[in-house]
T-cell receptor, first 115, second 110 residues
Framework: DVKVTQSSRYLVKRTGEKVFLECVQDMDHENMFWYRQDPGLGLRLIYFSYDVKMKEKGDIPEGYSVSREKKERFSLILESASTNQTSMYLC??????????????FGPGTRLTVT | DAKTTQPNSMESNEEEPVHLPCNHSTISGTDYIHWYRQLPSQGPEYVIHGLTSNVNNRMASLAIAEDRKSSTLILHRATLRDAAVYYCILRAYNNNDMRFGAGTRLTVKP
């Protein structure tokens, strides 16, 4: 079974702190994604990556950066956390080819609260 | 990106079929139609996807209109465990990224 793990289920940080959210997948997937989920807004794509050291902006990249130094790991960085970044953060991965291309596997999510 | 429209919520009775609609009138010829669902306190999970023909798997069926401007996810016999938010998403053929909307919240009544 594909497994996508995220470093924390719950995280509380203070305004202005630098925050790292880590995501690891064990299926050798090329693609990895970071979303945030807020009530009434569904999932919104922050950043994604098709390969090591590559990144693409999603719909709401402002205030975030990412790092992909190894194929299995994709990190989301909040350089200076703000209260409007309080949200549920979901990581996903997918294979780049094949019949189920595009099928994304999600982690359990990290609920981040910025106070 | 082509957009999808789904009802905010639907209700169903346990053990009855459920038809979840999705409109995508601006779909392009190479867009795949994907469905995901998100159970409470979990990340979304893949349900089914298709291009032009109807598709069946162990979880559900996907019926795609002939003009591809709409589709319907069919749960043949709803159970309480099917209560979730269901997302209909279009994915371009040569893309791996997808855009999730707000989805349809399905409530299943015993």
């Amino acid at each position: 079974d594909v497994k996508v793990t995220q470093s924390s289920r719950y995280l509380v940080k203070r305004t202005g702190e630098k925050v790292f959210l880590e995501c690891v997948q064990d299926m050798d997937h090329e693609n990895m994604f970071w979303y945030r989920q807020d009530p009434g807004l569904g999932l919104r794509l922050i950043y994604f990556s098709y390969d090591v050291k590559m990144k693409e902006k999603g719909d709401i990249p402002e205030g975030y950066s990412v790092s992909r130094e190894k194929k299995e790991r994709f990190s989301l960085i909040l350089e200076s956390a703000s209260t409007n970044q309080t949200s549920m953060y979901l990581c996903a991965s997918s294979s780049g080819a094949g019949g189920k291309r595009g099928e994304q596997y999600f982690g359990p999510g990290t609920r981040l609260t910025v106070t | 990106d082509a957009k999808t429209t789904q009802p905010n919520s639907m209700e169903s009775n346990e053990e009855e079929p459920v038809h979840l609609p999705c409109n995508h009138s601006t779909i392009s010829g190479t867009d795949y139609i994907h469905w995901y669902r998100q159970l409470p306190s979990q990340g979304p999970e893949y349900v089914i996807h298709g291009l032009t023909s109807n598709v069946n798997n162990r979880m559900a069926s996907l019926a795609i209109a002939e003009d591809r401007k709409s589709s319907t996810l069919i749960l043949h016999r709803a159970t309480l465990r099917d209560a979730a938010v269901y997302y209909c998403i279009l994915r371009a053929y040569n893309n791996n990224d997808m855009r999730f909307g707000a989805g349809t919240r399905l409530t299943v009544k015993p």
